[in-house]
């Protein structure tokens, strides 16, 4: 039974950062692509980043230059580093990885970015 289960969440300081990470187990083929995204109340779900077996990463604009994707295949691994976070950071990180066209989720991980 494939499983990801996020860690690394919690409360930082505007302009402060957090390291997000992907545990995946129950794999035996690596993922094609690994994410995040994010919700946050009342918001639908949104793409922060992805990174495909190449090593290509993606982002959205709202992140760019201030969070960086990335992963450890041999480990199963993902992450996210967070910098320079901003209150609207605020919501649910989910990762994900997608494999032979199914996509599984995580159970997602709070961040909170308030003074």
């Known amino acids: 039974q494939v499983q990801l289960v996020e860690s690394g969440g919690g409360l930082a300081q505007p302009g402060g950062s957090l390291r997000l990470s992907c545990a995946a187990s129950?794999?035996?083929?690596?993922?094609?692509?690994m994410g995040w995204y994010r919700q946050a109340p009342g918001e639908q779900r949104d793409m922060v980043a992805f990174?495909?077996?190449?090593?290509?990463?993606n982002y959205a604009d709202s992140v760019k230059g201030r969070f960086t994707i990335s992963r450890d295949n041999a480990k199963n691994m993902a992450y996210l580093q967070m910098n320079s976070l901003r209150p609207e950071d605020t919501a649910v990180y989910y990762c994900?990885?997608?494999?032979?066209?199914?996509?599984?989720w995580g159970r997602g991980t709070q961040v909170t970015v308030s003074s």
């Open positions: 994900y990885g997608d494999q032979f066209g199914r996509r599984y």
């Open positions: 129950g794999i035996i083929f690596r993922f094609n692509a």
């Open positions: 990174i495909v077996n190449s090593g290509s990463t």
